[in-house]
């Protein structure tokens, strides 16, 4: 009878194991082989940093300031990463050429020279590190068309304290034209003359060109990452997911693929994943970024925290609120996890494309749990482990009681 049973169950493990290397054998690899980290890792990824008033560098200041009080275990500060929009539309001469040519203001001018100094400060305290982001956030041509029939957009391009965050989010990504809707691709020579013009202003504004791009909305195709690559871009930071176009609504379009930490471009670039989140302003609390570092750390992955320059640009008590549950968040970290990792997003670039780092996990047994969590938390598997019963026994063999998650 016991031997029956054995039998049955050995069929039942090694039918489903062969349904899920039949299904998602590819997916499996690619969870094997995506780098297994053996300390947590925390970024915090902040973009849209630019053109604005004087009140940016001043809140950059106190963010470099806050982030400078706080030390990992081996005395480095947190960084983080300021996504470089070094251009804004000049919304009033636009106007005032009818709608005909487009004009841009951009961070070098004479009243934007605090928030640079801040910026650069930053960078040589280690607190800040800078990515590329556009040169707008947004394609000129698409915005301009996309004026000449909205009152909208008009008014958006008069009011001088305009920020980019108020455009529409479809106008938002800069890599398309969404002139008209559904949005088609730009050209290549396009892409081309854009990303030289960028690298040109970010070279002239910080010496060199940051070696870490953030695409807009995270809409961007092989022809952006390859000028990039060519400007001297060295890693992309991604959602997991590459989008490459807008939908009739504006919405993003079916995403085209699925990247992983440590991937490679088609420039040769690495691949980062940032999925985890902390928009203070939109109610994200230091407890769920605990609880998302305890999670990546299972998984032997890095967490990159997106938040955005709205936060902390907001009325003053709300984004010194934004800057206060940040500090507590970070503090909160290095003390559940002392053996914490602070770094820039290019330094983790390094570490993920560098089998023989030191932040790399070597022993096999650990490398095996972290596969094993990851697989049984991967959205592509989940139907074929919940009908097969594998996730059951992998819950049961994997359960993390002091993590605060279950896999
Ligand atoms: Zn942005």
């Known amino acids: 009878m016991i031997s029956a049973f054995l039998i049955l169950l050995l069929v039942w493990v090694c039918a489903s194991l062969m349904l899920l290397l039949g299904f998602h ?33 001043e809140m950059l200041a106190r963010i470099a300031a806050t982030l400078a009080g706080i030390r990992d275990a081996v005395g480095r500060a947190p960084v983080m990463t300021l996504g470089l ?21 951009l961070l070098d001018e004479p009243s934007f020279a605090p928030i640079v100094a801040t910026m650069r400060a930053g960078c040589d305290a280690g607190v800040f590190a800078l990515q590329w982001h556009g040169l707008e956030h947004c394609w000129p041509d698409s915005l301009v068309a996309r004026a ?64 870490v791009a953030v695409p807009n909305t995270f809409v961007w195709n092989d022809d952006v990452e390859r000028a990039w690559c060519k400007a001297g871009v060295t890693c992309i930071v991604t959602p997991g997911r590459r989008f490459e176009g807008r939908d009739a609504s504006g919405a993003l379009a079916q995403f085209t693929r699925t990247l992983r930490n440590g991937d490679s471009s088609a420039g ?47 009325a003053p008590e709300a984004a010194s609120a934004a800057l206060a549950e940040l500090e507590r968040a970070l503090r ?20 993920l494309s560098d089998p023989a780092s030191p932040m790399r996990e070597r022993v096999v047994g650990a490398r095996l749990q972290v596969f094993l969590r990851r697989i049984a938390l991967e959205a592509s598997c989940a139907r074929l482990l919940k009908y097969s019963g594998l996730g059951l026994a992998l819950r049961l063999l994997l359960w993390a009681p002091h993590s605060g998650i279950r896999v």
């Not at 929009?85 to 203001?105: K, M, T």
């Not at 691949?271 to 609390?285: A, I, K, L, M, T």
């Open 25 to 57: 054998g590819r997916t499996m690899r690619a969870l094997w082989l995506e780098p297994t980290l053996g300390l947590p890792v925390v970024i915090v990824e902040s973009d849209d940093w630019g053109v604005g008033p004087r009140s940016d560098a």
């Open 85 to 105: 929009v070094v251009g804004h539309p000049d919304g009033p001469a636009i106007l005032a050429s009818g709608l005909a040519r487009y004009s841009r203001r």
């Open 148 to 211: 000449r029939r909205s009152d909208e957009l008009k008014r958006w391009l008069a009011d001088p304290e305009a920020r980019s965050e108020a455009l529409p989010s479809a106008l938002q990504s800069r890599w398309l034209d969404t002139s008209e809707l559904p949005s088609r691709p730009l050209e290549r020579s396009e892409i081309d003359g854009a990303v030289a013009e960028e690298a040109a202003v970010l070279a002239r504004l910080f010496g060199r060109v940051p070696s």
């Open 268 to 314: 040769g670039a690495v691949y980062v994943v940032r999925d985890d989140y902390f928009e203070p302003n939109r109610g994200h609390r230091a407890e769920q970024v605990w609880q998302a570092v305890a999670k990546k750390r299972l998984l032997g992955r890095p967490a990159l925290f997106e938040t955005h320059r709205e936060n902390f640009i907001a």
């Open 332 to 351: 909160g970290l290095i003390e559940r996890h002392p053996d914490l990792r602070f770094m820039s997003t290019a330094e983790l670039a390094d570490h």
